[in-house]
């Protein structure tokens, strides 16, 4: 098994930045991927962004590239998303999911395996 924690979110200001935090315990021995997906009030899970567990393979949702960039810590075994110039669309909740499987890219919840509790992301115009 394996347990995931995010925490970082809060209230901000649009264009304000924010770094989201994963923390993964457990099995983490056999993950290779990690992402970040964020829902919306009323709205489905989004994927926002995709890591190789190698730390060698991104990817981004068209909405947040250039603004959000996803990293590991290695020594930690967390997995980090700097979110700058926020936008008011940007307010969600941010879960943390990892799986077994690779396809940092694949953006289909029901794809990943293991989930956080979520960290709320406000951000004010």
């Known amino acids: 098994q394996v347990q995931l924690v995010e925490s970082g979110g809060g209230l901000v200001q649009a264009g304000d930045s924010l770094r989201l935090s994963c923390a993964a315990s457990?099995?983490?021995?056999?993950?290779?991927?990690v992402a970040w997906f964020r829902q919306a009030t009323g709205k489905e899970r989004e994927y926002v962004s995709g890591?190789?567990?190698?730390?060698?393979?991104?990817w981004y949702a068209d909405s947040v590239k250039d603004r959000f960039t996803i990293s590991r810590d290695n020594a930690k075994n967390t997995v980090y998303l700097q979110m700058d110039s926020l936008k008011p669309e940007d307010t969600a909740i941010y879960y943390c999911?990892?799986?077994?499987?690779?396809?940092?890219?694949?953006?289909?919840?029901?794809?990943?395996?293991?989930w956080g509790q979520g960290t709320q992301v406000i951000v004010s115009s």
């Open positions: 890591l190789s567990w190698s730390g060698f393979h991104r």
């Open positions: 457990g099995r983490t021995f056999s993950l290779n991927a």
């Open positions: 999911a990892a799986r077994m499987s690779f396809g940092v890219a694949d953006s289909t919840p029901n794809s990943w395996t293991y």
